[in-house]
C-alpha cells in the first residue's frame, strides 16, 4: 500500500510539473490575441483547469489541447465558449467525415497524444508533426501500452488510462458506423444506376451510355476503397479490443492483490481490537468492583446518619411529651385554683398579685420553649446539610482518584506493548541478519570449494580435503558462536521483558491494597 501512495504522489508531482510548464507557454500565446472576446474565454478556461486538480490527467489534457490549438492559431470546438460549472468531462475530438486518409491517421495520432498526455512529462506538449500509417500507429500504441502494462501503474493510472481507451473504442466504432453507412449508401446508388443503365439502353445514345459506365466505375473504385479502409479500421478496432481488455485484466489482478493485502491488514486489526475489548473488559469489571464497594460504604453511612437522625427525634419527642406533661399539670392546678376560688372568695384580692406573676413567668417559660425548639430545629437541618456536602465532596474525590487510576493504568498498558514490539523488531532483525551471515559464509565455503576443485590437480587431493575440513570446522566453530549470542540476546530481551511485566504487576499491586485505591 505505501508503494502505491508512493507512486500516486510521484505521478501527482510530474503531471503537476508538466501542467505548469505548459500553463506559461499558453498564456503568452493567450496575450498575442487580437480578438478580446476569444482571449477572455481563454482565460475563464485557463481558471476553470486551474479548480481541476483532482483531474490531473484530464487537466493536463485540456491544456494540451488549447495550446496546440494557439498555436496553429485556430480556436475551435468546446474553447469557443466559456466552460461549464461541475466536474471536467472526458475530452473527444470531433468526428473527422471525410473519406480521405488522414481520417485514419488522425484517430492514431489521438490515442498515441492521450496517452502521453497521461503519462509521460514532457517540457513541451507533444504533437505528431505527420500522419503515419494507420497500422504503423496501431502498432506503436500497442507496443506503449504493453510496456505500460509491463510496468506498475498505480490505480488511479490504471483507471485513467482504461478511461482513455474505452473514449478512443468509442470514437474507432462511430468511425466505423460512418463508413458502413456510406458504402451501403454508395451500394444503393450503385444499383440505381445500374437499373437506369438497363432502362436507357437502347434509348440513349452511345454517349450517355459511355458516360453512365464511366460514373460506375468511378463509383465501383470508390466502393473498393471504402470496403478496403472499412476492413483497415475493423483491425484497428480489434487490436485496440485485445489492449484493452489485457489492461482490464490487470488492472483487476492488481487490485486483487491489494484488497488480499487489506483483508490481511484487516483481520490483524480486528485481532488487536479484540485483544483490547479484553482488556477494556478487564478494567471494567475491576471498576464495577470499586463501585460497589464505594456504593456499600455510602449506604452504611447513610445507615449511621439516618440511625443518628432517628435517635435524635426521638430525643426531641420525649422533650415535646414532658412539655406536654407540663402543661397538662398547669392546666389541673389551675382547675384547682378555680374551685378553691369559688370557695375562697374571701382570698381572691390576696391572690391576684400572685395569679398575675405566675402567669407572666407561664408566658416566659412559654417563649423560652418556643425558642428553643426553633433553634433546635434550625441546628438540625444545619448538621444535615453539613453531612450531605461532606459526603458529596468525598464522593467527587473519589471518582478523581478512579480517573486518574484508570489513565495511569492504559499509559501503563500503552507502555508495555511499546516496548514488547521493539524488542520483537529487534530480535527478529538480528535474527534476520545472522541467517543472512550464514547464507554468505555457505555461498563463500562454496565458492572457495570448487575454486580449489577446478585448479588443483589430483596429486594434491589429499591437502585440498584437508584445507575443506579445516574450513567446514572453522564455520561449524563460527555458526556455534553466533548462534550462543544470538541466544544470549534472545535471553537479554525476554529477561528485560519479564521485569517490565513484574515491574506492571507491582505498580498495578502497589495502586490497588486492601481493596481501596492510595
Known sequence: MSKSKDQNEESDVELDEYYQETIGETKRYISRLKDPQVAQVCKKWIERLNYAKNQRPLRNQYLAELYWRLKDGQIEGVFRRAPSKGPLVPYQKPLVTETDSCSES????????????????????????????????????????????????????????????????????????????????????????????????????????????????????????????????????????????????????????????????????????????????????????????????????????????????????????????????????????????????????????????????????????????????DEFMKIRNEMEEANKQQNQVLIQKISSLKKCLLKLEKSKQKIILDYKQKIFEMEKNKEIEMKTLELHLQEQHNELSTSLSSEKQCELDSLVNMLEERYKGFVIKTEAMADSQRQKYLQKLTDLENQLCYLKSTIKTDGTYV
Open 106 to 377: 488522425s484517430a492514431s495520432t489521438q490515442i498515441a497524444r492521450s496517452c502521453k498526455h497521461h503519462w509521460v512529462r514532457s517540457k513541451e506538449p507533444s504533437r505528431p508533426e505527420s500522419p503515419p500509417k494507420s497500422q504503423e500507429v496501431v502498432d506503436e500504441t500497442d507496443e506503449a501500452l504493453s510496456q505500460d502494462g509491463r510496468s506498475e501503474l498505480s490505480p488511479k493510472a490504471q483507471f485513467c488510462l482504461e478511461n482513455t481507451s474505452k473514449v478512443q473504442l468509442h470514437i474507432h466504432q462511430q468511425k466505423i458506423d460512418h463508413l458502413t453507412d456510406t458504402v451501403r449508401g454508395l451500394q444503393a446508388k450503385n444499383e440505381y444506376l445500374n437499373q437506369q443503365l438497363i432502362r436507357r439502353q437502347g434509348r440513349e445514345d452511345g454517349n450517355e451510355v459511355h458516360q453512365l459506365r464511366v460514373t460506375v466505375k468511378q463509383k465501383n473504385g470508390e466502393i473498393s476503397d471504402l470496403k478496403s479502409r472499412v476492413l483497415q479500421v475493423q483491425q484497428m478496432n480489434k487490436n485496440i479490443k485485445d489492449c484493452h481488455e489485457e489492461i482490464i485484466h490487470r488492472c483487476r489482478d492488481a487490485m486483487d492483490e491489494q484488497v488480499q493485502r487489506f483483508k490481511f491488514k484487516l483481520r490483524q486489526e480486528e485481532m488487536k481490537s479484540e485483544q483490547l475489548s479484553q482488556e477494556v473488559d478487564k478494567l471494567t469489571l475491576k471498576v464495577e468492583k470499586l463501585s460497589q464497594e464505594k456504593e456499600e460504604e455510602l449506604r452504611l453511612k447513610q445507615e449511621n446518619q439516618e440511625e443518628l437522625q432517628a435517635d435524635r427525634e426521638r430525643a426531641f419527642e420525649s422533650k415535646y411529651k414532658h412539655l406536654e406533661s407540663i402543661n397538662g399539670d398547669l392546666i389541673r392546678e389551675n382547675e384547682m385554683k378555680e374551685k378553691n376560688i369559688l370557695l375562697l372568695n374571701t382570698r381572691l384580692q390576696e391572690l391576684e398579685n400572685k395569679l398575675q406573676s405566675k402567669s407572666e413567668e407561664e408566658a416566659k417559660l412559654q417563649s423560652l420553649l418556643n425558642d428553643q425548639c426553633s433553634t433546635m430545629k
